[in-house]
């Protein structure tokens, strides 16, 4: 787990330990987390701070992925860029517990999300490979993932 302590570490992200949700802030470009102690295990925790690190990942003086801040105003659109970032930090996420050697199905509701994004998504072949696309480069950004696992 010391490896993982130090890659995350080496991220530079400003991640707050306490609170009740794992949650990205993007106007504040901060990352949330609930206690350690409140996982089921240390990689269901790291699964968590993994996902929210792929949401770090995007922000405009990152990887600058613009269209991961669509408003609100149109709900449709609103909603499918919502589930198309959750597939991207579910999809890097689970590059990166391989990575680590951490079970990625830790959390008993991932598999779910999975499935929830992929319909809200429309389940479409070039949406699927783009999200695919942008978490590598999000795993990469992060850390250089070896080539071979992504």
């Known amino acids: 787990m010391e490896e993982i302590d130090l890659f995350i570490a080496k991220t530079k992200a400003d991640i707050r330990i306490g609170g009740e949700h794992a949650l990205y802030f993007v106007k504040d470009d ?3 987390l609930p206690d350690p102690a ?4 240390k990689a269901a925790f790291y699964g968590v701070a993994f996902h929210e690190l792929i949401h770090w990942a995007r922000h405009p003086h990152r990887l600058n992925s613009t269209n991961a801040y669509i408003s609100p105003e149109n709900p449709i659109i609103f ?3 919502r589930a198309y970032e959750e597939l991207v930090a579910n999809i890097g996420e689970g590059l990166l517990c391989i990575r680590f050697g951490l079970n990625p199905d830790a ?5 779910q999300r ?3 994004n992929f ?3 429309y389940e479409t072949p070039d949406v699927i490979e783009h999200a ?3 978490a590598k ?3 990469r950004y992060l850390g250089n993932c070896p080539k071979k696992i992504i």
């Not at 409140?38 to 295990?41: A, D, E, I, Q, Y």
């Not at 959390?107 to 598999?111: E, G, I």
Request: aromatic share 14%.
């Open 137 to 139: 480069r999000a795993v």
């Open 107 to 111: 959390d008993p509701d991932r598999a």
């Open 79 to 81: 909603l499918f860029y």
């Open 114 to 116: 999975l499935a929830d």
């Open 132 to 134: 695919l696309k942008r």
């Open 30 to 32: 901060f990352i949330e």
């Open 119 to 121: 319909k809200q998504t």
């Open 38 to 41: 409140t996982f089921p295990s």
